[in-house]
């Protein structure tokens, strides 16, 4: 079982996170916008977690990556035998940030 998270921390996870609420769990794709704190704290309990930076993602360059995950922004990365392409980041809303693009701008 894969379990995708996105954007807001999931209360159930956060507070009440063990083993056994991620049972069955054996991958998590974390599709941006997340805290390192956050992650981090799931790898405690969790397989491998991918991740993509989101488009609010910027403060890992200050804060860094988080730990024990796997970034795959623009890669093709394979867990048993099945193929994950990360492709991270998102067209420019209000201004161009480390994570925002604009349609003429490619990513880091």
């Known amino acids: 079982k894969i379990l995708a998270i996105s954007d807001t921390p999931s209360k159930a996870l956060w507070d009440y996170c063990s083993r056994e609420r991620l ?4 991958l998590i794709l974390s599709c941006g916008d997340l805290t390192k704190k956050y992650l981090e704290y799931l790898k405690i309990y969790s397989g491998p977690i991918l991740y993509v930076h989101g488009n609010h993602d910027g403060r890992y ?10 970034c795959v922004d623009d890669q ?3 867990w048993k ?23 003429g701008h490619a990513p880091p």
């Open 76 to 78: 093709v990365y394979t």
């Open 61 to 70: 360059r200050t804060e860094g990556e988080p730990g024990g995950c796997i």
């Open 81 to 103: 035998g099945l193929r994950i392409m990360g492709l991270g980041g998102f067209s420019a809303m209000n201004k161009e940030d480390t994570y925002q693009y604009t349609e």
């Open 23 to 26: 049972a069955g769990v054996d």
